[in-house]
């Protein structure tokens, strides 16, 4: 296998999304004035963090905080593949993270969630899935109150969504104009609201569909005024949250209604 690397830009991120396949050389001790998160998805290395001795392998995942020390040598015959983006610290705001065990399965596969939303062009889903994997890492609860900018913001956005929820969210942008990062708006939506704000906005997009099915609306009428890509779309978002079709949700309420 030839050695290969592929960097891409995330603006939301103000890093990159970055692709080994083949490597043999050893890295040299360095660091970084941002954080990168990835997974091993070949081969087997001695890592130094901060002095420290390690042994890392396949499905191992890497977390290095801005500042870390770090290189790592090849101990294996098999080439060293690895997955990784980074974050800018100012994003972070500087906080240590430390992940405790590469034997948990949620926290991998909240990573794995992220490539695969970044690797389908998919920045915005992925930073919402990013800060649901960044709350596996903080060895202590985030007790820390929210800044209140930040808290501002996040209800601004909801207010602005309870307005106009058949738009899609532009979470990069709404952001910009409350001059903080896309990643602190998340945050703070999501310890305000216990969701995401994509989350919340389906989960509202739903209740509101449930008051127009129930007065008698179609579910494709339901669907194009709601802001679903199609009745299809509607009908999946319902039943997670509902547990039936609009369908059967519609006929159910009009049965109900002849009742009394």
């Given amino acids: 296998m030839n050695e290969s690397c592929t960097i891409k830009p995330l603006p939301l991120f103000r890093g990159e ?35 420290k001795l390690l042994r890392i392998k396949k499905g191992d995942i890497l977390v ?51 490539f695969s939303l970044l690797d389908r062009c998919r920045e915005e889903d992925a930073l919402e899935a990013f800060v649901a994997f960044e709350q596996t890492l ?13 808290e501002e913001a996040a209800a601004r956005l909801y207010a602005h969504m309870l307005g106009h929820l058949a738009e899609r969210i532009n979470v990069g942008e709404f952001a910009k104009n409350e001059d903080i990062s896309a990643y602190a708006l998340i945050r703070a939506y ?14 509202l997009r739903v209740d509101a569909a449930c008051e127009l099915l129930a007065s008698g609306a179609n579910a494709s009428d339901t669907a194009a005024e709601l802001g679903f890509s199609d009745q299809a779309h ?24 002849g009742r009394r």
């Fill in 64 to 114: 290095f905080n801005a500042g870390d020390a770090h290189g790592c040598t090849q101990v294996s015959e098999s080439p060293f593949a690895y997955d990784s983006f980074t974050v800018a610290a100012e994003i972070l705001d500087g906080e240590r993270f430390y992940f405790p065990s590469n034997t948990d399965d949620l926290p991998r596969k909240q990573l794995e969630e992220v």
């Fill in 190 to 203: 999501r310890r305000m609201f216990a969701l995401t704000p994509v989350q919340h906005q389906l989960a």
């Fill in 138 to 150: 903080v060895a202590k609860p985030d007790v820390n109150p929210l800044n209140p900018k930040h």
């Fill in 234 to 257: 509607l009908a999946r978002e319902f039943k997670k949250r509902i547990g039936c079709t609009p369908g059967a949700y519609a006929a159910m309420r009009k049965t109900s209604e």
């Fill in 17 to 51: 999304r970055r692709t080994y396949r083949g490597i043999l050389q050893p890295f040299a001790d360095h660091a970084h004035d941002h954080y990168v998160f990835g997974i091993v998805r070949e081969g087997e290395r001695e890592l130094v963090l901060n002095g």
